[in-house]
């Protein structure tokens, strides 16, 4: 499965974002779907996943209550809804496709480019 994400760039603070991440190839909907995120210096660290059917969600603790993870399996697509940005948010995102749930990154085969998002104050 191919992944592309889109929907960064410049937000200020406080502020929402939605990424989207759209794949083609193989089934979608057999791929549990990811959010990653790099923050510069920082190692790659998971942000939320989303299990085959968009039943069950979980998210780091660092973004729970603030970021919504959700998929629409009829457009391929997976989003990230981000509210309450903060600074530290500021990190290249990537989405990821694999056939275990959960958020460690060890449950992802596929990885496609990332976006970056940057949070001004």
């Not at 990653?36 to 039943?55: M, N, Y």
């Not at 500021?90 to 949070?119: D, E, I, M, Q, W």
């Amino acid at each position: 499965v191919q992944l592309q994400a889109s929907g960064g760039g410049l937000v200020q603070a406080g502020g929402p974002r939605r990424l989207s991440c759209a794949a083609s190839g193989r089934a979608f909907s057999n791929y549990v779907m990811g959010w990653f995120r790099q923050a510069p210096g920082k190692e790659r660290e998971p942000v939320a996943t989303i299990d085959w059917i968009g039943s069950i969600t979980d998210y780091a603790d660092s973004v729970k209550g603030r970021f919504t993870i959700s998929r629409d399996n009829g457009k391929n697509t997976v989003y990230l809804q981000m509210n309450s940005l903060k600074l530290e948010d500021t990190a290249v995102y990537y989405c990821a496709a694999g056939p275990y749930f959960g958020l460690g990154s060890s449950r992802y085969n596929y990885c496609g480019p990332g976006t970056l998002v940057t949070v001004s104050s």
